[in-house]
């Protein structure tokens, strides 16, 4: 054959290029070559291939014809290999696109989080294992030999170290056959095989207002496709319970898997116990707190089909599913669900995508669902369900407010009368208390007596706040840590530096003060800071070791303490301060929530709001228990303002160590805007925080009226205004930070 004919630039060649998707920021997939020894790979097949100078691994990409082919097929690099994982199912990689092109994202860049365990793209470390084999002509027999023999399998494989524990003998033993042919060696993967749930454990009887609303989702998992319901209970109705009827559901298929994503997994011990009462093992468990040989394990067995039921946090969406059958997202309205750097998504959102490609029933679960999921389901898009009641005796707790003006605490304590009054009956009956304050720290200021000077990051525009059990001053920005200095900084003054306002920790010495007999526990995640010592001080509580619970928001999420039946919320007003957006949606939740800890069994629970301004709308919804009011003002404030959901708001950050740069590309884009009906440019204007690790941060607000169009407009007007060098800009679709 002459050269010619090899030409690979053929026509009839061209089905030898393939498109990989490589899980970096380029523009889109690479074209690379098939060598013609390999068999054609179906979209979705992980390859390896070369890279400038290195190889990296990618995954075959359905392309749209009319892109791609520039180079010739000759000038492209072949693929080195197929990776001996199943392949992409198709409904992922069209939420890899899906989600890419929503958020302005590179589909690279997407794909990253769905190959995000490197380690589980090669082999798997093996282990050899021994299996009894026929005892060999001549074998010297002793009791250590024979007591191994007898403890070897002939199916079940055993390491060297377990068999010979179990033997009681030493591995030496075990060597000693396996050299003389009495024990098999096999290589058997580290990996071991998850347990599969048991579908044969009764699960809870359930109310009237449960059964319907559980099989209203078991009735759709059975029937297959895509619906998403909004599960709307109220805290302590049950929601767990009813949600799990669906995974029930879902399981009895073989095959298929189901995903539950929660806000924060490290904190859910008790979530992970209740699954296990119900199915007999522990789930999948997914959250970037979990050492790499569990990722791995976790994320091959998604892959292969093997794992049935994960729960993880917002990357959990990302995993490699084969078949999913069901999708839930519990505590849907929890704002940990926004992803703030990387890829800026919205997992409550993307997991109703993905349930749309998976053609899958997905259940957004809360107490005080989003105002997003409120308006789909009051516009049909989504079904409700409702639970009204307390499961079994326990119902809401009462709520009063402390007006702080008339009740206003020394200087320098925070606990009203009236809350240490209602503190000392509940502690006098023998129950716990819980006062909230969503302050991580002692106190949020240091400020210096003599010369005015206040504590700041020098890296950051924030104060350094203090931390007094560690002894040091924390900027909550950029971690920064520092010694509590005894003199003032600025002019040295010893001991005229005092702390301004209140923090968990001071509030716990407060309480100390007040109750000294009392067992205090602070939760904040300075206390909490792995999944097991979460746990413990979970349990304890939960077991009545505690008498105060000194917490911020983490304390909020999902605990059920039988025992406690009094929450002071200590600044009621704290989360309406910034203003933005959703200030008050939010504060409304995360005080439902907290309240919802209180009085969740036989017992009768009581809220004690203390706030300056009593009759604020949040407050007033709180007191009279009239969330749907609430929720309906905020929502026809939004509809006027064309707010979201109605409307719908980019934002886009400048960052960069030069405030001259970072200013004149902001300038360039703001002189780039184009002239729409319906949309506004805001800005640039300094970010509220405007410095951060030492970079100077701008911020522009794109607001349209229109929910549609929005990720086109903001593409071309970015590319209209030429980049600065050395400045940084992030785009967020659908923003809900706005600092
Ligand atoms: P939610 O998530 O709505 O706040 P949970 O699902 O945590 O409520 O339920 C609150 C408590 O009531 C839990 O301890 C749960 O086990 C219990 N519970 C709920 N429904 C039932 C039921 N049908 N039978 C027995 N216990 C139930
Ligand atoms: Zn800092």
């Known amino acids: 054959m002459n050269q010619q004919a090899m030409d690979l630039g053929e026509p009839s060649q061209e089905h030898l290029r393939l498109s990989v998707l490589l899980p970096l920021p380029l523009k889109g997939p690479l074209d690379y070559r098939l060598p013609e020894d390999m068999p054609v790979p179906a979209p979705g097949t992980l390859v390896r291939v070369p890279l400038s100078g290195r190889t990296a691994v990618g995954v075959v990409w359905p392309t749209d014809e009319a892109n791609g082919k520039t180079l010739p097929l000759s000038k492209l690099k072949p693929i080195e290999s197929v990776l001996a994982l199943p392949p992409m199912v198709d409904d992922l990689m069209k939420f890899v696109d899906w989600v890419a092109a929503y958020t302005l994202s590179s589909q690279g860049a997407v794909l990253r989080m769905c190959l995000s365990v490197p380690a589980a793209l090669g082999d798997v470390p093996v282990k050899t294992h021994y299996l009894k084999a026929d005892v060999p002509d001549g074998l010297r027999m002793t009791d250590a030999r024979q007591a191994a023999l007898e403890t070897a399998s002939i199916d079940s494989p055993m390491t060297a170290t377990v068999l010979s ?146 729960v993880g946090a917002r990357s959990a969406l990302f995993m490699p599913f084969k078949q999913l059958a069901f999708i839930t997202v519990d505590e849907e309205h929890d704002p940990s669900f926004k992803q703030e750097d990387g890829v800026l998504y919205h997992a409550r959102d993307m997991a109703v995508v993905r349930a749309k490609f998976a053609e899958c029933p997905i259940v957004l679960a809360s107490a005080t669902p989003s105002l997003e999921t409120l308006i789909n389901a009051n516009d049909g898009k989504y079904e409700k369900l409702m639970l009204r009641e307390r499961f079994g005796a326990a119902v809401l707790p009462d709520m009063q407010a402390v007006d702080m003006r008339s009740e206003a605490p020394v200087a320098g304590s925070w606990i009203a009368p009236s809350l240490k009054d209602a503190m000392e009956a509940t502690l006098a009956a023998g129950e716990q208390v819980m006062l909230f304050l969503n302050r991580r720290g002692y106190a949020p200021l240091t400020l210096c007596r003599t010369c005015g000077h206040r504590v700041e990051c020098p890296n950051c ?279």
């Open 165 to 310: 524990e179990c033997a009681g003998v030493s591995t030496a033993v075990v060597q000693g056959l396996a050299k003389a042919g009495a024990l098999t060696p096999v290589e058997v993967s580290v990996d071991a095989p998850f347990a599969q749930p048991d579908m044969n454990i009764e699960g809870p009887e359930l109310s009237d207002e449960q059964t319907m609303a559980a099989e209203a989702i078991a009735g759709q998992v059975w029937q297959g496709g895509f619906k998403p319901f909004l599960l709307d209970g109220i805290t302590g109705s049950g929601k767990t319970e009813v949600y799990f009827e669906g995974l029930v559901e879902a399981l009895k298929e073989p095959g298929t898997q189901v995903l539950v994503l929660v806000p924060e997994i490290a904190l859910t011990a008790q979530w992970l116990s209740r699954f296990e009462a119900r199915f007999g093992v522990t789930p999948v468990v997914w959250h970037s707190g979990i050492g790499m040989a569990q990722r791995r394990r976790a994320w091959r067995a998604v892959a292969s089909g093997e794992a049935r039921v994960v």
């Open 461 to 739: 525009s924030a104060w350094l706040v203090e931390h007094r059990f560690k002894r040091e001053l924390q900027c909550h920005q950029c971690g920064l840590t520092r010694p509590t200095p005894e003199a003032c900084p600025e002019c040295n003054t010893e001991d005229a530096l005092v702390a301004c306002g209140p923090g968990a920790e001071r509030l716990f010495e407060e309480a100390k003060s007040l109750f000294p007999e009392a067992r205090i526990s602070v939760m904040t995640s300075d206390t909490m800071t792995n999944p097991r010592q979460t746990a413990q001080m979970v349990e304890q509580i939960a077991a009545g070791a505690v008498d105060i619970v000194v917490g911020t928001q983490i304390v909020t999420k999902g605990y059920h303490f039988p025992n406690l039946t009094l929450v002071g919320v200590v600044d009621a007003d704290l989360g309406l301060r910034g203003g933005d957006l959703r200030a008050g949606e939010r504060t409304y939740q995360q005080l439902v929530q907290v309240a919802g800890r209180a009085g969740r069994a036989e017992k009768p629970g009581r809220v004690l709001l203390q706030t300056y301004e009593p009759e604020h709308p949040v407050v007033q919804a709180l007191l009279s228990g009239d969330g749907d009011t609430f929720m309906q003002a905020e929502r026809d404030s939004r509809e006027r303002h064309a707010m979201p959901p109605f409307g719908q708001l980019a934002a886009l950050v400048l960052s960069g160590p030069e405030l001259r740069d970072v200013l004149e590309y902001g300038r360039r884009l703001a002189a780039a805007a184009p002239a729409l009906e319906g949309v506004q440019f805001l800005g640039p204007a300094p970010a509220p925080l405007a410095r951060i690790r030492g970079l100077h941060r701008m911020r522009m607000l794109v607001h349209s009226a229109k929910r549609s169009g929005l990720q086109r407009l903001v593409r071309e007007w970015v590319r209209a205004a030429k980049p600065e060098r050395g400045v940084k800009l992030k785009i967020d679709i659908d923003p809900h930070s706005f600092l």
